[in-house]
């Protein structure tokens, strides 16, 4: 069963979540931290299948959308990364008042994961985080982006001019929009700053790494995360890129979500 | 802005969120339906903008996922259609509604096949007051009326944009065309206008007899297309014959926003879209 539900200081956050099934309850509670924009949208129903098979498998599952996305509150273009961090804690802290487990396990997926990396276990309070395919640096974010959203243009306002396209009268200078989404300026420095190649902190104790598809930036990336946490496993799990499809094209990450269900089992053994 | 998440339908299975109108609520409430598979925050967030815009013109507004889309979960053993089904979860989050804030009138408002649940559900449900078509596809499920429909578009294509394509004309004269297809369209749609099947005809009849219905009970309608989106053609093929002594009725209105795609992805087509629902309510 689903219980939705708004949530934080304001009730701003929605989030929704899968109870567990009750004869196989597990004591680790799971917060999955999604992605935004065209990505959030696309890739609902991935996170939606791999919350109800998490929680069939006796997991508490927290999904959430950040603040100015989905049904939250606010608008996408007041956000600030920081803001989205700080989401990630309320949501954590959210699952363990509400179950008290033993243990957190974050799930980021894209941008959530990029986030969710640079969360500080000991005080967010997560000892597992799998990583699945997070966006590696802001900017190259951002050229994909600006260019989706050209190629847009380009195929059905043929007369507009994309390169000098303002998104909407009232708009801040500086905004930016993407397919429906705008980015504040402050957002967009916040995502150009976005490096996770540079990431100097720790990682919790358990970490799995999660790619649909390989990349220089991902391999990068895994090369350099990998001393940060004692137990770090890595994925390559073959599926469509969740958040590339069209909903009506949308198929569930088969591959992926056995690897994460798979994973979790063997660390509930372990414990 | 107040918005409250619930769990609605005769088997509290369809999640929704419930947005508050800003005061004075003006007794009626809004329904916004799934546009096909996508979730209830709509394509590029279009369901919340919407809802929240309409709340702000005086609604009690719910967006829903029906079951099987988004977060509700599809009972096991359903043994209705999908459509029958669409339409009965429809009523349903509107008798939760009218216990829970004793709301009488409703108006509905979707995109593609919400477009048609919208319709569907005013020709069976009398608390329904307006509803909204935002490029309605479908109607019906028969496989030869959507493939006759849609090779209106192919051909409409072929002479509005290949056959004055130099692009195309070169492709044609050094043999890269794909002429199988295009003998396909044109034969299909030569065998259409000289042999138009019965049960054609009897599902552009019914729907086109149900939109007239709708209107003669005074239920207000607004229609509204994408300029290219192949729900014109069946906008076309249902009522077009009928739109200007519809357009006199005064509880009829139509529009079509240019250069956007089926889900109006782009903002500044969204601002249009909701602004024009938004009038339109304002004046229901």
Not at chain 1, 164 to 172: A, D, L, Q
Not at chain 2, 264 to 277: C, G
């Amino acid at each position: 069963m689903r219980e939705p539900f708004f949530f934080g200081a304001g009730a701003e956050i929605f989030g929704i979540l899968d109870r567990p099934e009750p004869e196989k309850k597990k004591n680790c509670g799971i917060v999955i931290c999604g992605s935004v924009g065209q990505e959030y949208i696309r890739s609902h129903r991935a996170l939606r299948e791999l919350a109800k098979r998490l929680s069939r498998a006796g997991y508490p599952v927290l999904r959430f959308d950040y603040r100015g996305c989905g049904d939250s509150l606010g608008e996408c273009d007041e956000a600030r990364l920081d803001e989205w961090r700080e989401d990630i804690v309320v949501a954590v802290q959210r699952m363990q008042s509400r179950y008290r487990p033993r243990s957190v396990c974050v799930i980021g997926f894209r941008i959530g994961g990029s986030l969710a990396i640079e969360l500080d276990p000991g005080r967010v309070g997560c000892d597992r985080l799998i990583l699945w395919e997070p966006v590696v640096r802001g900017a190259r974010l951002l050229d994909e982006l600006r260019e989706l959203h050209r190629h847009h243009v380009a195929e059905w306002q043929p007369s507009r001019n994309a390169s000098r396209h303002k998104p909407e009268m009232e708009s801040p200078p500086g905004t930016m929009e993407s397919l429906g989404f705008e980015f504040s300026k402050e957002m967009q420095d916040d995502l150009a700053a976005l490096d996770l190649l540079r990431f100097e902190g720790k990682l919790p104790g358990d970490v799995l790494f999660i790619d649909n598809v390989e990349s220089e930036d991902g391999r990068r990336l895994r090369e350099h995360v990998r001393g940060a946490s004692p137990r770090f496993e890595y994925v390559c799990a073959e599926d469509d890129p969740a958040w590339l499809r069209e909903p009506y094209q949308s198929v569930v990450p088969q591959a992926t979500v056995s690897a994460i269900v798979r994973w979790l089992a063997r660390q509930e053994g372990q414990t | 802005m107040i918005e409250q998440a619930i769990v609605m339908g005769g088997n509290q299975s369809l999640v929704g969120i419930v947005t508050e109108p800003e005061p004075p609520w003006n007794g009626s409430a809004a329904l916004v339906l799934n546009a096909g598979m996508v979730h209830r925050v709509g394509p590029s967030r279009l369901g919340v903008r919407l809802a929240r815009q309409l709340a702000k013109e005086g609604y009690r507004v719910v967006r829903f996922d029906h079951s099987g889309v988004g977060d509700s979960w599809r009972q096991p053993g359903e043994s209705r259609s999908w459509e029958d089904l669409l339409v009965s979860e429809t009523r349903e989050v509107m008798d939760g509604l009218a216990d829970l804030y004793d709301v009488r009138k409703f108006i509905v408002v979707g995109l593609c096949s919400g477009a048609v649940t919208a319709f569907r559900t005013a020709t069976v449900d009398e608390r329904v007051s307006g509803i909204v078509m935002i490029n309605a596809m479908g109607h019906s499920t028969d496989d030869d009326w959507n493939m006759r429909i849609r090779s209106r578009k192919w051909v409409s294509d072929y002479v509005t944009k290949s056959a004055v394509s130099i692009d195309s004309w070169k492709r044609a004269l050094t043999g890269r065309i794909r002429y199988r297809r295009l003998y396909k369209v044109l034969t299909k749609r030569a065998a259409g206008w000289l042999f138009e099947p019965k049960r054609i005809k009897e599902i552009t009849n019914q729907t086109r007899s149900q939109f007239r219905e709708v209107l003669g009970r005074g239920i207000r309608t607004l229609v509204v297309h994408s300029s290219a989106d192949s729900s014109f053609d069946y906008f076309n093929t249902v009522v077009k014959p009928e739109v200007e002594s519809l357009r006199g009725s005064g509880d009829f209105d139509y529009k079509i926003i240019d250069e956007t795609d089926h889900t109006f992805t782009v903002l500044d087509k969204q601002r249009d879209l909701v602004d024009t629902i938004a009038t339109w309510a304002n004046r229901s």
